[in-house]
């Protein structure tokens, strides 16, 4: 796409240390082990510690995916992070972020499009490199769902963890890089996945606190049906974008929600099990952050390789989705 074939250079991840295991979790809420590992897949996610807030999470992904990628952080052109709990309403975390990393030359934004983040943020950042506008830009998914999670809430509380991924995108040789993008919302789903309290609709208050409005409210099967329709068709339509078939993909990198979700979207692709990256046992639902920490570990784990074709593909709250093909 574009003049300049653009791709991912460098990947880096961070999880905070504690682990919050669905056996505490039978301690807080009325749930138990087998229920959340038969419905979701999940046995454990992280928690951040109360000293560690996103742009934190953030700036140790960063770190690692700028020298992965052989590079400072004067080279970085332009900071993207995604994300849906940024440290504050402002500055952004982006911004705490560049001066964390010591990025001086770099302008920096955060961008919201809930779980489908990450993606969105590669597709800015990817156009602004193939017309030439920037040369490195880092894209930062990072989360700590953990500060807006009741838990109280069953429905909610065993789903989310804590956690950021980062990619540098720069230009690479021809034949490889990004083929596609398929980005998509549907504001009309809003209220199924969202956080009232604390905006400019819902200023917080003694009553929107005791409301519980500035936690996570979700409609936990409307927003799975919607997950299962979108996860399989915004794969193939970003396929379809790329000129290439399903046959084609070597590794998916999906949004990492339920593994029943993930299991829907390699049935429609006709794909294996080990065509996809698989981690939520061990993290949950990261948000913005699932998708760039499975990419890492997956490029930890040699599972990647020169010539592969990856799908990124997600969705989230909004509703967004997006999908992306990478020839890595
Ligand atoms: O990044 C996007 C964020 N959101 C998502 O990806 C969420 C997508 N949705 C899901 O993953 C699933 O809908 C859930 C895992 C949240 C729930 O699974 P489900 O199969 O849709 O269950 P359900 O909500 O239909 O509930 C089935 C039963 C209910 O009991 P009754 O009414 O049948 O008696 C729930 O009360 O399971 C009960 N339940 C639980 N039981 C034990 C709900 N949560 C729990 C729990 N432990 N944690």
Not at 19 to 36: C, R, S, Y
Not at 37 to 62: C, F, H, P, Q, W
Not at 201 to 214: F, T
Request: hydrophobic fraction near 45%; charge should be negative.
């Amino acid at each position: 796409m574009g003049l300049h074939p653009v791709g991912i250079i460098g990947t880096g991840k961070y999880v905070p240390e504690r682990i919050l295991t669905n056996q505490q979790l039978e301690q807080m809420v009325e749930t138990n082990d087998e229920w959340i590992v038969t419905r979701t897949g999940i046995k454990e996610r992280r928690m951040a510690a109360a000293t560690e807030a996103t742009s934190d999470l953030a700036y140790e992904a960063a770190k690692r995916a700028i020298e992965a990628a052989g590079l400072t952080a004067e080279d970085i052109d332009l900071i993207i992070v995604s994300t849906i709990t940024p440290d504050m309403f402002f500055p952004s975390t982006a911004c705490l972020l560049q001066t964390k990393l010591g990025a001086s030359k770099a302008a920096a934004f955060d961008l919201s499009a809930a779980c489908s983040g990450f993606i969105y943020g590669l597709a800015t950042a990817s156009n602004m490199i193939a017309t030439g506008m920037y040369k490195h830009v880092l894209v930062v998914g990072a989360e700590t769902l953990s500060r807006i999670t009741d838990y109280t809430d069953r429905n909610t509380c065993i789903l989310f963890g804590d956690g950021a991924g980062a990619v540098v995108l720069g230009q690479v040789e021809e034949g490889r890089g990004f083929r596609s993008f398929e980005l998509g919302a549907d504001g009309s789903g809003g209220e199924l996945l969202k956080v009232s309290g604390g905006g400019s609709r819902m200023p917080s208050s003694e009553q929107s606190i005791s409301e519980k409005q500035h936690y996570i409210h979700m409609a936990g099967n409307d927003v799975f049906k919607f997950a299962v329709r979108i996860m399989g068709s915004a794969a193939e339509d970003a396929l379809a974008k790329a000129g290439l078939a399903k046959e084609d993909v070597d590794l998916l990198i999906p949004h990492q929600a339920n593994i029943r979700i993930i299991q829907s979207a390699l049935n429609r692709l006709n794909l294996p099990e080990e065509k996809a990256m698989i981690n939520l046992d061990k993290y949950g639902n990261m948000s913005a952050a699932s998708i760039p920490v499975a990419l890492a570990e997956a490029v930890e784990q040699n599972r990647v390789k020169e010539g592969d074709t990856l799908v990124f593909v997600g969705f989230g709250g909004g509703l967004t989705w997006g999908a992306s093909v990478l020839v890595w």
